[in-house]
């Protein structure tokens, strides 16, 4: 019998960018299903939901409406081929698949991890791309030393593979346990997508155990607080710095959240004061901060009348590098990065201060109670720490 077959165009408005939002094609074959961006975009109100086209007084509405009849097209022609040659199984993954140049092609692990990124480009945070190209170098490095090979296969990749991994990550490069674990968990999430593509069976990694030790965030206390407030020196570089961590260390905010800040985000509270209103970029959380005057007198020293951005930050390899020098030029007992200022926001500044935990869940975006109270134990573990010379 032959399968259903349909081909739909929908919307992502939750996509949405400034270059408007993006279209998507949905294959239907049988009871599959199979999306692809058309790498198309149009302007708010211009679609038509009963044609699926662009409403024909709209910007650029010929083009894009020829564009969707050629895939539309294109992919019946593909459908048909699969359905005359009988003995192939057709799946809307396949269609699709074959559409976009992909079908049989991909057999290699780094081949993959490429394929995954490329799919992934307009739906993860670059951070999180940062990460996953971070990875596949990584397995290029360990698939040559290991095996000496420029790819591995898929068809070979097996739960041995991740523990060859796992000892590779430990002993030959600068990986903490938490961090092999990273680069394990984002390959079975690699993985986990090839099945979903058909390219595997199944995913040989879902057995390996992802165990994380607990590690303590990273912070300045009071007094490493106070003298980083009072540095100062001929390095204009350096004081930036020290501009910017501060930011961090009194709103709480991560690196890409204070790049992304502009003056649309700072806004009149209920209590008629000034507070910072922003999306977490990890999360999608939204994240108010009440203003507080040592990260306002930030602001205004670096906000200007000519750029929307309001904190004209480094690079986050580049502040990172600066705090590296700050840590050791002002004697700090560990060294911090730029992610340790919203660590000292939550205690030193927060907790130490008598925020409650649930009120700092809220401030800081965490979607779970649980990603909050490690600072807690932090708090606890310092107030342990000062009572020890009183119990003698």
């Known amino acids: 019998m032959v399968a259903s077959y349909s081909v739909s165009f929908v919307l992502r408005t939750a996509r949405q960018s400034k270059k408007g939002i993006p279209i998507y094609c949905r294959i239907r074959v ?3 299903y199979a999306e692809f961006s058309t790498k198309l975009r149009i302007d708010k109100g211009s679609w038509s939901k009963a044609f699926q086209r662009v409403k024909h007084k709209a910007v650029r509405s010929c083009y894009v ?18 359905l005359l040659a009988k003995n192939n199984v057709v799946t809307a993954q396949i269609v699709k698949n074959r559409y976009l140049g992909l079908d049989n092609d991909i057999k290699g692990l780094k081949e993959l991890i490429l394929f995954f990124i490329k799919e992934k480009d307009s739906l993860l945070a670059e951070g999180s791309l940062k990460n996953y190209r971070y990875t596949y170098g990584t397995l290029d490095s ?58 595997l069976k199944t995913n040989p990694m879902n057995t390996f155990n992802i165990s994380y030790k607990k590690v303590l965030p990273k912070y ?19 004081n930036k710095t020290r501009d910017f961590f501060l930011f961090a260390c009194y709103t709480g905010f991560s690196y890409i959240e204070v790049k992304n ?6 806004v009149k509270g209920f209590d008629g004061e000034k507070w910072i209103s922003i999306n977490r970029q990890k999360t999608g959380t939204k994240e108010e ?37 700050l840590s050791n030029k002002l004697s700090f007992r560990n060294q911090i990065s730029y992610h340790s200022g919203r660590h000292t926001f939550a205690t030193t500044v927060a907790l130490s201060n008598g925020v409650p935990l649930e009120t700092l ?10 990603s909050t109270q490690i600072y807690g134990q932090i708090v606890n573990l310092k107030i342990a720490n000062d009572f020890k010379h009183l119990r003698g």
């Open 289 to 325: 901060v009440p203003l507080l005057p040592k990260a306002d007198e930030i602001i205004q020293k670096y906000i200007s009348d000519s750029n929307d951005f309001i904190i004209p930050i480094y690079s986050n390899q580049t502040i990172n590098r600066y705090l590296k020098l």
């Open 361 to 370: 869940q809220k401030v800081l975006g965490h979607n779970s109670i649980r």
């Open 220 to 238: 300045i206390n009071s007094e490493e607080l106070k003298t980083l407030e009072n540095f100062q020196c001929e390095n204009k570089a350096l």
């Open 30 to 32: 049988g009871n599959t």
């Open 142 to 199: 360990f698939i040559k030393l290991q095996y000496g090979a420029n790819d591995y296969p898929l068809k070979y990749l097996s739960i041995k593979f991740a523990t060859l991994l796992e000892n590779y990550l430990i002993k030959n490069t600068n990986c903490t346990n938490n961090g092999a674990m990273k680069h394990i968990q984002r390959l079975k999430t690699i993985l986990n997508f090839g099945v979903k593509q058909e390219y």
């Open 261 to 266: 800040l502009k003056k649309q985000h700072i």
């Open 65 to 82: 409406n020829i564009r969707l009849n050629e895939i539309e097209k294109d992919i019946e022609k593909i459908y048909q081929e699969f």
